[in-house]
């Protein structure tokens, strides 16, 4: 059916980014340039910075302590940013 097709086709879509991710990844590129991390890149953040995105967290509760600023962005969810205790 249309709807089941639709779902394969995002499972797919998904399948795709996760691995060409995996390769900027690995070989240390950049996951973006002037269009920025956005949404579709934030869960790659973290593996794509490696030690640098504590300092990216600790700049981000530094700067805006309230979580404010474009929350939920550059892989810094609510539950990451509030839980001093993991990074």
Known sequence: DAQESRGLGDVYKRQAW???NAVLIKYNAALSHHHG????R???MR???GPA???LLAVKRALDPKNILN???LGLTDELF???GRQ
């Open 18 to 20: 996760d691995a060409a």
């Open 53 to 55: 995105f504590a300092v």
């Open 82 to 84: 509030y839980d001093q």
């Open 71 to 73: 929350p939920g962005k």
């Open 42 to 44: 934030a869960p790659y």
């Open 37 to 40: 991390v956005g949404l579709l």
């Open 47 to 49: 593996e794509s910075l």
